[in-house]
């Protein structure tokens, strides 16, 4: 089956800890995202790109980081950095990054310890 | 700045009654909008999407919207809800050449039987 797989499913932080959220992509697609989710306030963007070993910065990206090393996978690393990371994360990919549809994981909870 | 709002955080609904959900945007130039849905337990999806043409819209299980550029809204529609449509919304804006989507912050529909 084509799609976008999100590991893990939830995923606990120790204070000072960087964590890595994985997404992977088998759909071809050109352009992948990172979404964060909290109650009440939708989707906001923290990081996408549109092609492989480059990458922009979203809305909130301050205390996280990613990388594009191969087209399929595009990790999401949140750093220490980041004060309030307990959240919903997603990812989502679209063919070529030009606003149309976008297909998203199942995400990631992401819980401090 | 762009942004995305939605009319209402939580509706509650009988089977057989009509939908309306708000949605007005604020983006400049030209827009692609479009409306998710995330069923429990389910990746959030594409319902419906509008890029040109026909302002009227229509997606997935009878679901349809409308394009207003002179109120700059884009409102989903169902004449009749069912159980089964139970889920979140999510209105979205893009722009038709680019990334930066942006997401209204959800509605939650409760359809009771």
């Known amino acids: 089956d084509g799609g976008i797989t999100q590991s893990p499913k939830y995923l606990f932080r120790k204070e000072g800890q960087n964590v890595t959220l994985s997404c992977e992509q088998n759909l071809n697609h050109d352009a992948m995202y990172w979404y964060r989710q909290d109650p009440g306030q939708g989707l906001r963007l923290i990081y996408y790109s549109q092609i492989v070993n480059d990458f922009q910065k979203g809305d909130i990206a301050e205390g996280y980081s990613v990388s594009r090393e191969k087209k399929e996978s595009f990790p999401l690393t949140v750093t220490s950095a980041q004060k309030n990371p307990t959240a919903f994360y997603l990812c989502a990919s679209s063919l070529s990054g030009g606003s149309e549809k976008l297909f998203f994981g199942s995400g990631t909870q992401l819980s401090v310890l | 700045a762009q942004s995305v709002s939605q009319h209402n955080h939580h509706v509650i609904l009988s089977e057989a009654a009509s939908l309306e959900l708000g949605c007005n945007y604020s983006?400049?130039?030209?827009?692609?909008l479009f409306w998710y849905v995330q069923y429990p337990g389910q990746h959030l999806q594409l319902l419906l999407k509008y890029f040109s043409g026909d302002p009227l819209v229509k997606g997935i299980k009878g679901f349809e919207a409308e394009f207003i550029k002179s109120k700059f809204s884009f409102n989903l529609r169902k004449p009749s809800v069912q159980w089964s449509d139970t889920a979140e919304y999510f209105c979205?804006?893009?722009?038709?050449?680019?990334?930066?989507?942006?997401f209204g912050p959800g509605t939650r529909l409760s359809v009771l039987p």
């Open positions: 983006y400049g130039g030209t827009v692609n």
């Open positions: 979205a804006a893009g722009p038709r050449y680019g990334q930066n989507f942006v």
